[in-house]
């Protein structure tokens, strides 16, 4: 129960803080995109908005297209490491999932339970909700090395996709 406690609260209290998300891109770069990919991805049903980031962080970073690709890499891996917190509150009970989130936990359970790793692939590659297959897949008993395997894979498509196409937009507005 204490861990649940802290799965839900750390990530409300570190939006609390005032930060200048791309003062903090510049002087910390992929360490820093990993940790604001973590930690975004760490919350439960409580978006950060740290794909608008993302999206413009390799234009203020002057990246290359090369380095460009390597940032979506790194922040699909603190991406998939955040998802983990959904696993866990699922593996540990589903108590975390409010009233008006039961119909749409039902369904991505039953989802779960029929697709598997496609599944959370899915989800994790679109802006669909994913803590609810996180938390489905932890429940279902869903080993965690395939579940952080798969969100992966559709982290990474998904970063890399906003990365070039925020550096492209930068590129293309404000050259």
Known sequence: MV???????LPAIVYQFDI???EEIRRYGYPGIFFLSLVCSMTIL?????????????????????EVFWFGVVASIGGALGETTAYFAGLWGRVVIADK???DYGRVDRWMGRYGG???FVFALTPLPFDLVGIAAGS???PLWQFLLFCWAG????ALIVVYFGWGSVKVFFS
């Not at 861990?3 to 609260?9: E, K, M």
């Not at 982290?155 to 998904?158: D, E, K, N, V």
């Open 118 to 120: 496609p599944a959370i």
């Open 155 to 158: 982290r990474l498509i998904r």
């Open 3 to 9: 861990g649940i406690i802290l799965i839900l609260a």
């Open 140 to 142: 279902l008993r869903f």
């Open 46 to 66: 409580f978006p950060l908005p740290g794909e608008a980031v993302l999206a413009a962080a390799p234009a203020i970073m002057k990246l290359t297209g090369a």
């Open 101 to 103: 989130y039961q119909k």
């Open 20 to 22: 200048d998300w791309a």
